[in-house]
């Protein structure tokens, strides 16, 4: 009876294997870059996979095999990669990984045939399958890495991204998703994204929205392309240094940027807001599209940076935020654009409490991990160090409103490393007014403090003859 089975099997195995031929279909061709590759046993489907030679795939892809008669298994390697397949066994080791096979290695003939798409995969080729000329294209060298690979993919719009042979590596869900993220957080250009929408499928593949059609994308694309250039050449001026150059484009962003504010509180803030496309295109965003807008304009001058991803702290209200770290002088500075836009609106008003500070300061009222990115301490660029705007006591903040008042500015701003509410009050205005070198005085003006950074700033001075 076991002889009976035996002899069965074999002719039902060969009857599955060459019923292809058998039904005049065209024999399936495998090609390895470009050049097709030739057996000494013709490819067949089993099971719905392509099987084919164990010495003549393995060979033709640069790896080692061995082929242990005893526990009739067979071993390939290349490189860093180990492959391990059990005759008519479905379970399979890829780098010390098991991995359940749709079809196991089997011995046909005499010749041991292995399933084509694991082999090549799990030596990190890229395999796909063309039906209508019953062909198998394999790629080599398609993963320099994760990160390349979803790059790649995001370039080129594809609706889905291939990642298995990293998640066989031993990439996680979160790992694939992390690449991902960063990614479009880190790449103005990338406005075109849909994270909401986006989805990580178990067997190793991104599924990716788009927020339009190639053509409707690329279209959109140019036209950011020629407003960033647009921008730079209309407010960087010969012989800027980065410093210069850095101001002048946090310049631009807040005085051509309307906080999203309605949509913040209703909780529908529409992707737009979040891209460089929404702010310097449309002119209105929140943090994630005020970050990327001035890293995009940042690149476009040369001058070095990268988004922060983190928590904020407004007013007891922690949410998640984005701002800048910039490279200025040999330097790293912390700096957040998106707070330094008055909110309402402010008609052409600048802060300036968030431009190029140190870790320390910001720590006040923002969250990051610190091991992420290169440590801020300077304060060279800071805008208040760098103009001689600092005061560590009353007698100097005094002395340098009074210089301010002199020149008959409308906005004075004034870091006080010192700040206390009893100390720093309206009143010096009054003090200000007194003083009898002045022939005018100011009539109106606005008061605010931000007691986090120490800031305080008087704007919209109007100035009338002395009384």
């Given at each position: 009876?076991?002889?009976?089975?035996?002899?069965?099997?074999?002719?039902?195995?060969?009857?599955?294997?060459?019923?292809?031929?058998?039904?005049g279909q065209e024999p399936v061709k495998v090609v390895l870059n470009g050049e097709n590759l030739s057996f000494d046993v013709p490819p067949?489907?089993?099971?719905?996979?392509?099987?084919?030679?164990?010495?003549?795939?393995?060979?033709?892809?640069?790896?080692?095999?061995?082929?242990?008669?005893?526990?009739?298994?067979?071993?390939?390697?290349?490189?860093?990669?180990?492959?391990?397949?059990?005759?008519?066994?479905?379970?399979?080791?890829?780098?010390?990984?098991?991995?359940?096979?749709?079809?196991?290695?089997?011995?046909?003939?005499?010749?041991?045939?292995?399933?084509?798409?694991?082999?090549?995969?799990?030596?990190?080729?890229?395999?796909?399958?063309?039906?209508?000329?019953?062909?198998?294209?394999?790629?080599?060298?398609?993963?320099?890495?994760?990160?390349?690979?979803?790059?790649?993919?995001?370039?080129?719009?594809?609706?889905?991204?291939?990642?298995?042979?990293?998640?066989?590596?031993?990439?996680?869900?979160?790992?694939?998703?992390?690449?991902?993220?960063?990614?479009?957080?880190?790449?103005?250009?990338?406005?075109?994204?849909?994270?909401?929408?986006?989805?990580?499928?178990?067997?190793?593949?991104?599924?990716?929205?788009?927020?339009?059609?190639?053509?409707?994308?690329?279209?959109?694309?140019?036209?950011?392309?020629?407003?960033?250039?647009?921008?730079?050449?209309?407010?960087?001026?010969?012989?800027?240094?980065?410093?210069?150059?850095?101001?002048?484009?946090?310049?631009?962003?807040?005085?051509?940027?309307?906080?999203?504010?309605?949509?913040?509180?209703?909780?529908?803030?529409?992707?737009?807001?979040?891209?460089?496309?929404?702010?310097?295109?449309?002119?209105?965003?929140?943090?994630?599209?005020?970050?990327?807008?001035?890293?995009?304009?940042?690149?476009?001058?040369?001058?070095?940076?990268?988004?922060?991803?983190?928590?904020?702290?407004?007013?007891?209200?922690?949410?998640?935020?984005?701002?800048?770290?910039?490279?200025?002088?040999?330097?790293?500075?912390?700096?957040?654009?998106?707070?330094?836009?008055?909110?309402?609106?402010?008609?052409?008003?600048?802060?300036?409490?968030?431009?190029?500070?140190?870790?320390?300061?910001?720590?006040?009222?923002?969250?990051?991990?610190?091991?992420?990115?290169?440590?801020?301490?300077?304060?060279?660029?800071?805008?208040?160090?760098?103009?001689?705007?600092?005061?560590?006591?009353?007698?100097?903040?005094?002395?340098?409103l009074l210089k301010a008042v002199r020149a008959r500015q409308t906005d004075i701003f004034v870091k006080v490393n010192n700040y206390s509410?009893?100390?720093?009050?309206?009143?010096?205005?009054?003090?200000?007014?007194?003083?009898?070198?002045?022939?005018?005085?100011?009539?109106?003006?606005?008061?605010?403090?931000?007691?986090?950074?120490?800031?305080?700033?008087?704007?919209?001075?109007?100035?009338?003859?002395?009384?």
């Amino acid at each position: 009876m076991k002889r009976f089975i035996s002899v069965f099997t074999a002719v039902f195995l060969a009857a599955t294997l060459f019923s292809s031929s058998a039904l005049g279909q065209e024999p399936v061709k495998v090609v390895l870059n470009g050049e097709n590759l030739s057996f000494d046993v013709p490819p067949v489907i089993m099971d719905n996979r392509t099987m084919v030679p164990m010495r003549g795939i393995f060979e033709a892809m640069g790896a080692k095999v061995n082929w242990d008669q005893g526990t009739r298994t067979v071993t390939g390697t290349k490189g860093g990669s180990t492959v391990i397949l059990k005759i008519d066994s479905k379970d399979a080791l890829a780098d010390n990984r098991h991995i359940a096979l749709d079809a196991a290695a089997v011995i046909v003939d005499g010749r041991t045939l292995v399933p084509l798409r694991f082999i090549s995969e799990s030596l990190g080729a890229l395999v796909d399958w063309d039906q209508a000329s019953r062909t198998v294209r394999i790629s080599t060298a398609v993963y320099g890495s994760l990160y390349d690979t979803v790059k790649e993919g995001l370039e080129e719009m594809k609706n889905t991204i291939d990642v298995s042979y990293f998640v066989r590596k031993g990439a996680s869900k979160d790992e694939v998703e992390s690449v991902l993220y960063s990614l479009v957080e880190q790449t103005p250009d990338y406005f075109y994204v849909s994270l909401g929408e986006s989805k990580y499928r178990p067997e190793g593949v991104l599924e990716i929205s788009y927020t339009g059609s190639k053509d409707a994308v690329r279209a959109m694309k140019n036209s950011l392309k020629e407003k960033v250039e647009q921008v730079v050449g209309s407010v960087i001026k010969p012989g800027m240094d980065d410093y210069e150059k850095e101001l002048a484009l946090h310049e631009y962003i807040v005085t051509h940027t309307r906080y999203d504010e309605e949509n913040v509180k209703n909780n529908t803030i529409p992707q737009e807001s979040t891209t460089a496309y929404g702010v310097l295109m449309k002119g209105t965003g929140v943090c994630g599209g005020y970050s990327k807008a001035m890293k995009m304009l940042l690149d476009q001058v040369g001058i070095e940076s990268m988004i922060i991803v983190g928590d904020a702290d407004s007013g007891g209200n922690v949410e998640k935020h984005a701002w800048n770290l910039v490279k200025i002088g040999g330097e790293y500075y912390q700096l957040d654009v998106t707070w330094d836009d008055p909110v309402p609106d402010g008609n052409g008003r600048v802060h300036y409490a968030y431009f190029n500070v140190t870790d320390e300061q910001i720590s006040a009222t923002h969250r990051w991990e610190k091991d992420q990115y290169p440590a801020c301490s300077s304060t060279k660029y800071n805008y208040f160090y760098k103009n001689s705007l600092v005061a560590n006591s009353y007698s100097e903040f005094y002395f340098l409103l009074l210089k301010a008042v002199r020149a008959r500015q409308t906005d004075i701003f004034v870091k006080v490393n010192n700040y206390s509410d009893s100390v720093y009050t309206s009143d010096v205005l009054q003090q200000v007014d007194n003083d009898p070198t002045l022939e005018f005085y100011a009539k109106s003006c606005y008061w605010g403090v931000d007691k986090d950074m120490g800031i305080i700033e008087i704007t919209g001075i109007e100035y009338m003859p002395a009384r």
